[in-house]
C-alpha cells in the first residue's frame, strides 16, 4: 500500500463556504470561538474574528457550580486574555456539533497578572473519552498565552468540555475554540509506518481509525519561513520557524517562491482556492533546501517527541525548485533513517502543486523524532536537489474510557419513550411502596435488629456502548482516503448536507 499523495480537492471549498457563509445555510451555532469570563464580545482586530461572550445566545449552555471571572490588571498580548473564567469546582461547557465530523478544539490559557494568581492553576480538562488536559500547571502560562490544540472527531450532536480543578486548586481559561474541519483534513484511516524493519519501510493500516483516538498539535513548522500567526493562517493555526529542528545547518538553506503556487493537478476546472484549508500559501511558498556545494548531503530535523507514543505526521511538498526543462526533483524521504518514499515522483504531480504526505509513526526511545530529506544522487539531473515545506506533528490520544453514544437530548424524546417512562416510573413507585409496607412490617416483626438495606438499581438512561462499538460499526464502511478523487468527498457533502437539512 502505497502512502496517500493527499491532494486537495474542490469538495474542501464547498464544505468550508458553507461552513463560513451563513447565507449558504450554515448553521453558525457549530462554530464556536467564544470568551471566557468576558460578557461581551471580544473582537481580535488582526484575523477580524469575533469571540462571542457570555451573554450571547448563541453561546454554549454552561454549567459551572462555583466560578468567577478574573480581569487582567495590565495589558495583554490579545484583547482575548483580558478575561478569564475561573472554575472552581468541576464546570462545563456544552456545544452543538454536527455529528460524525472531525473537529479542531483549543484552549487559550494566560495567566495575566491579577489579585488571584492564575499561574497557580492546577486542573485537568476533559471530553466524553479523552482527557485532553491531565494534571495540567498553569505555571508556564506567565510570559506568553499557550495554546493547546487537539483533532477530534466528534460523532454526537452535543459535546461537552469539563474543567476538573484538583484539590484547594482552580481551573480557568481565556477562551475556547471548537470548529469543524474539513471533512479529509485527518483521514479516517491511515498507514503506519513501521520504520525499525530492517527491509526498509514497512507500511500497514493503522490498526484503528481515528474515531477512539484523537490527535494533540505538538508542532507545526513553516520550513524556510518565518512564523505564520493564528491570524493569518486559513484554520488559525500557528507555523513557527524549523531552524532551531535542523541538526546540519551547513546543508541547508532557506529557499523561496514569488510567483503563484498551483493548488490543483492540471484541472482547471478546479477552484484554486479549493485546498487553502490544508496549508496556506506562505507555507509553500518557502522550504528548506540543500545549498548548492552540498550536492549529495541530507537535511535532517530532529523534533521533541514523548517517547514510544504513536505520532501523525504531515509532510509538506511543493516543488518551487525546479523548471519546466528539469521538471519535477525527486529525493527521498527517511524517517528515522528508515526510507520512506521517493518525494515528487509521481505522475499526478507537477510543479509549484502542493501537498503532504501523512502517516503515523511511533516515536522511539530517543525522545526525538528524526526526518530527513536526502537528494537522489543517481537521478540525472544537473543539480540533485531536497527541500522540504512544512511539518505537522500531532502526538495520538488513546481514549480513556467509554464514550456515551446516546444524547440524551430532551427535545427528541419520543412518545413511546414518554409513556416508557411514565409508566416505568409509576411502576418504581408503587415498588418503593410495596417495598417500605414489606420493611415496616419486617421492622414490626423484628423491631430489635437494623432493617437491611435493600438498594434500588439505578434507572439508568441510554445504552452503555462504548466509543469501540461505535467505531467498529463505522469501520465497517471506511471512509476513503483524500487521494481516491472527487466522488468520495461529495458524497460527504452530501451527508453533511442531509444532516443540515434533518436539522432544520
Ligand atoms: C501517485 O499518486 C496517486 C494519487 O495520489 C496514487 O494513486 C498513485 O498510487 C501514486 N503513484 C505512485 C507511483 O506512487
Ligand atoms: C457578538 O457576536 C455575534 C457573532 O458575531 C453577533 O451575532 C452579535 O450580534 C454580537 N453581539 C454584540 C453585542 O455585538
Ligand atoms: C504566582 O505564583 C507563582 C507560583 O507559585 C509564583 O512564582 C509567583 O511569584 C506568583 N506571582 C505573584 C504575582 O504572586
Ligand atoms: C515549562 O517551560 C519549561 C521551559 O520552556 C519546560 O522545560 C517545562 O517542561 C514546562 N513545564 C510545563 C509544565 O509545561
Ligand atoms: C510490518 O511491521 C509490523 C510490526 O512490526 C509487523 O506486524 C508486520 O508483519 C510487518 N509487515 C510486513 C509486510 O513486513
Ligand atoms: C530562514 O528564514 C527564517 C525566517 O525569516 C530566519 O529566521 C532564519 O534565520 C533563516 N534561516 C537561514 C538558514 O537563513
Ligand atoms: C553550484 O554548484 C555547481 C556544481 O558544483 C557549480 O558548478 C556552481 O558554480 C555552483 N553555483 C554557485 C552559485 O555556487
Ligand atoms: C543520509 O541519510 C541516510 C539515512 O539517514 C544515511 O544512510 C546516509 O548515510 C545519509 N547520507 C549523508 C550524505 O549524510
Ligand atoms: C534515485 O533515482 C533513480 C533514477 O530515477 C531511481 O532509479 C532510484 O530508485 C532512486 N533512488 C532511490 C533510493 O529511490
Ligand atoms: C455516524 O456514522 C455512523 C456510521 O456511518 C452512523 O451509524 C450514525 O448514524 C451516524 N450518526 C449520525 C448522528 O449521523
Redesign the pocket.
Known sequence: MAIQHSIILLAFLIQFSSLYFPSLGYDEQDIYFISCGSDSNVTVTESNKVYIGESNPNYPKTSFSKSSIETSQSSVPSPLYQTARIFHSESLYEFKTV??NTYMVRFHFFSFSSPLNLSTAKFTVSVPGFILLQNFDAKNTTNSPLVKEYYLKI???KFKITFTPQKASFAFANAIELFMLPVHLIPDSIALFHYKESTGRNLSTYSNDFLSRSLETNLRLNVGGGIVNRETDTLSREWLPDDRYITDPQNAKNGSFEGDIKRTANDESVDSNSNKYIGPDIVYKTAKVSVNGSIGLNISWSVPVEKNIDHFLMLHFCDIFSDQQTGLTTFILFVYDSYVINVNDNQSLSLQMPYYYDFVVRSDSSGLLKVSVVPNTSVEVARPNAFLNGLELMKVIESSGPIPNDDSDSRKISLPVVVGSVIGGLLLVSMVVVLFLWISKIRKQRPVEKSEWLPIPAARGGSSHSRLT?AT??QG?PLPNINLGLKIPLLDLLKRLT?FYLKL
Do not use: A, G, L, M
Open positions: 455529528p460524525n460523532i454526537r450532536k461505535d460499526t463505522i464502511s444532516n
